[in-house]
């Protein structure tokens, strides 16, 4: 079973700031996504990667699979990207469904 | 359009009776999930289906069943509830399995008395 680790659990930052969320897992995967639960509780998925480099808008996702490592970036941090951000990873080669980390909770101050 | 709808949105219930909750997608998607949301917050899979067939039923109990009536709908019921059965259940669909996008229903918080 693969073991999913999220860093930082929480993250305080001022408005601006550079942001690095990482996420590492033990056994190879097949895909990794990385969520964005709301304050309010709505979950949007934000990058689903099996290998490289994805941007959207000030959101930069990367994956590293020899390393078994992943970064999750925001450049120019608003208030309104406050809330917990999650890795979960597909691994088994799909039979094991998804694995959760138990998320990073960021707060960025005005 | 709301592309993933789940209904009730809250749900408190008396420990020992059965409940449902309801799961819609209007995006055309080939499979659907349940989820997990502990009271620390940690996900967890419960169940996935493809073209209304079980592809993966996580360690969950038996009192909790899903049913899918048509492809567009996957519905959760419960029997039996019990007080550890208090979290937030999400329903999720994608395009085709786990390495596709996933599209997550607004949530249902449940509560046993």
């Known amino acids: 079973k693969n073991e999913v680790e999220q860093s930082p659990q929480n993250l305080t930052a001022q408005e601006g700031e550079f942001i690095t969320i990482n996420c590492s897992y033990s056994?190879?995967?097949?895909?990794l996504h990385w969520l964005q639960q709301h304050p309010g509780g709505g979950i949007v998925s934000l990058f689903m990667?099996?290998?490289g480099k994805k941007k959207h808008g000030r959101l930069i996702a990367t994956i590293n699979i020899q390393e078994k490592h992943s970064s999750l970036h925001i450049t120019a941090s608003h208030p309104r990207d406050s809330a917990v951000y999650i890795c979960a990873v597909v691994s088994g080669g799909g039979a094991d469904g998804l694995t959760f980390g138990k998320g990073t909770h960021l707060i960025i101050q005005p | 359009d709301t592309a993933v709808s789940q209904t009730p949105k809250y749900l408190v219930t008396q420990m020992g009776n059965d409940k449902s909750i309801k799961c819609e997608q209007n995006l055309g998607h080939d499979t659907m999930y349940w989820y997990k949301q502990d009271s620390k917050k940690f996900l967890k899979i419960m169940f996935s289906y493809n073209n209304k067939e079980l592809i993966i039923n996580e360690t969950v109990p038996n009192r909790f069943s899903p049913k899918s009536p048509d492809k567009a709908h996957l519905n959760l019921h419960i029997n039996s509830l019990e007080l550890g059965d208090s979290a937030v259940y999400f329903c999720?669909?994608?395009?085709?399995?786990?390495?596709?996008?996933?599209?997550f229903g607004p949530g249902t918080r449940l509560t046993v008395l």
């Open positions: 056994v190879g995967i097949s895909a």
């Open positions: 999720a669909s994608s395009h085709r399995g786990w390495t596709d996008t996933q599209y």
């Open positions: 990667l099996s290998s």
